[in-house]
């Protein structure tokens, strides 16, 4: 089994909104470094120098919480895991923290509407309609219309 440790990873391939408060940054940094053991907020407030309470109001006044803020990191992950074929579902889940597949896969129909393996699937499916139209573009490739 592949270790994916997201640590090697940027924030800003997981984070698409930028948030300019550094805190959540930081803490989006940490939970992906936890993962897939589960991060406390109490280990997140002293790896980030504040008490539990103060990264509380922190999250509070960004309107989070340490939970959504989880649920968005394992979400983006597994969209990541999931471009990689050679990847289980079951390794996927245990990467994210989740200790049942049967519990990944009800938290990504939760986040997306369809299970990981059609939501696999149309990745796969978009991508390979992305490779056979850009071939359409290139040059060489000529289409001819008989005329009978």
Known sequence: ????????????????????????????QFILQQLPQAPR?????STLNMSSRTLQRALQQADTSFRQLMCQCRQQLAHHYLQDASLSLQQIAFQLGFAEQSSFQKAFKCWQGCSPGVFRQRQQLAANRRRHLSGLNQPGLQVNYGIN
């Open 1 to 28: 089994m592949k270790n994916y440790s997201p640590t090697g990873y940027s924030l800003a391939a997981f984070d698409s909104s930028q948030s300019t408060q550094p805190v959540l940054a930081q803490l989006r």
């Open 41 to 45: 907020l109490t280990d997140a407030a």
